[in-house]
């Protein structure tokens, strides 16, 4: 039986890792990451999964070592699959795969390359995104794709309501297409490089609100970093911090950041207004309903 070396992480890679086990797939090593103890880890162990099956299973890197690219050179693996694994793999090791190793993208490609795609797509506004299956190279998520499936974004909808999707199409993708990348015959279709884009990783404080751009503008990052990611947020000026998960634009106006009314919470943007629909101050309980706690014409920053 062809044997199968998996990069894997996060909820995507466990739903690729399960997809494989569950199509009765050899899988041989499963590479992961130790989990981050300052990360909220909202999404299912690889590692878990990989050891429920037996299967050996490393958190070391190739910048760890020479031991990972050794043991891949024992397996000599028939297929290597990356699935939101968060470091690049060097082409040295993806050579040792004889049918060719392949990434499992959380975009369509070719935008939305590189970090956080579904995150990135919502903040700007996107109204759909997908996963792409892609050949490796050595360049981040620039090889020929295999193939994609469509994933849409409805107005309200958050990165973690997106990520389910993108979970489910990103199962349906590996099974149409795992006989074929296992015999070789997997299709190669060149990428667009004028339509490429490249987003790099969020960090917590990306999440501040900018009230001097439209409130469409702020809804949207609101949708982006909503639970379970850090959350949007803007600071008051007695020093505590507000942080909003639900909110909607409206019309309004008035200097930006500046509170419009308090119940229902409502901020001046530089193009109408937002108001709060779930908020809480940082050490609080979130909340849905009632006055803000800060008087009109506060300001927040």
């Not at 297929?79 to 060097?90: E, F, G, K, N, V």
Request: hydrophobic content about 45%; aromatic content about 6%.
């Amino acid at each position: 039986m062809p044997g199968i070396v998996v990069f894997a992480y996060s909820e995507v890679g466990y739903a690729c890792l399960d997809e494989l086990l569950v199509r009765g797939h050899d899988v041989r090593l499963v590479a992961t990451h130790a989990d981050d103890p300052g990360e909220n880890k909202w999404f299912r162990s690889v590692a878990d999964r990989a050891k429920q099956a037996g299967i050996e299973t490393t958190t070391l890197d190739a910048k760890d070592g020479p031991w990972l690219e050794n043991r891949i050179a024992q397996i000599a693996p028939d297929l290597i699959l990356s699935a939101y694994y968060r470091r690049m793999i060097p082409t040295r090791i993806l050579a040792h795969a004889k049918c060719g190793a392949v990434n499992m993208h959380g975009s369509l490609l070719p935008k939305y390359r590189g970090r956080a795609p579904a995150n990135w797509a919502i903040l700007n506004g996107e109204t759909r995104i997908g996963v792409t299956l892609h050949h490796m190279v050595k360049r981040a998520d620039a090889g020929d794709m295999v193939d994609w499936e469509v994933v849409d974004i409805g107005p309200e909808e958050t990165t973690a309501d997106v990520t389910v999707k993108c979970v489910a199409a990103a199962r349906v993708v590996l099974g149409r297409q795992i006989d074929a990348l296992l015999a070789g015959t997997a299709p190669r279709i060149p990428q667009d490089e004028s339509q490429a884009t490249y987003f790099g990783g969020r960090k917590p404080e990306d999440g501040r609100i900018d009230w001097t751009g439209p409130a469409q503008r702020v809804v949207n990052l609101v949708r982006a970093v909503a639970e379970p990611y850090p959350g949007a947020f803007a600071d008051a000026a007695d020093g505590r911090r507000l942080f909003v998960w639900r909110a909607r634009a409206v019309a309004g106006s008035g200097a930006p950041g500046t509170v419009l009314a308090s119940d229902p919470p409502t901020v001046a943007a530089g193009e109408g207004a937002v108001v709060l629909l779930r908020w809480q101050w940082a050490g609080e309980a979130k909340r849905e309903a009632g006055p803000l706690g800060l008087a009109t014409g506060a300001r927040l920053g």
